[in-house]
């Protein structure tokens, strides 16, 4: 299947659409934080995240250190940031509310 990469212009209005992402230009990424109360918190909003991804079959690059977890989302396919990333974006920050 064949993913588009989104173009620069199209890239900056998606991530305004979302909620606390960044737009890494250079790496064709997008980027977001997220802080919680413990590990066990971060832990389960990453499960929760996985099951997100597996239904998408899209999945995120991540970091947890205790109650932080940084997600960057590309399409290594498009080799760049695609509408999927933006989607699966979109969905992390509903769970997040």
């Known amino acids: 299947m064949?993913?588009?990469k989104l173009t620069?212009?199209?890239?900056n209005v998606a991530v305004e659409s979302l909620n606390g992402w960044e737009f890494?230009?250079?790496g064709g990424a997008i980027k977001r934080t997220f802080e919680f109360g413990d590990f066990v918190e971060a832990?389960?909003?990453m499960s929760r995240v996985a099951i997100l991804a597996e239904k998408q079959d899209h999945h995120p690059e991540w970091f947890?250190?205790?109650n932080k977890v940084e997600i960057t989302l590309t399409t290594?396919?498009?080799d760049g940031l695609?509408?999927?990333d933006v989607k699966l974006a979109g969905?992390?920050?509903a769970l997040v509310g």
């Open 64 to 66: 947890n250190v205790y």
């Open 91 to 93: 969905d992390i920050d």
């Open 43 to 45: 832990w389960g909003f």
């Open 82 to 84: 695609s509408e999927r």
């Open 8 to 11: 620069e212009a199209e890239a």
């Open 24 to 26: 890494d230009r250079e």
């Open 2 to 4: 064949s993913v588009a």
């Open 76 to 78: 290594h396919d498009a």
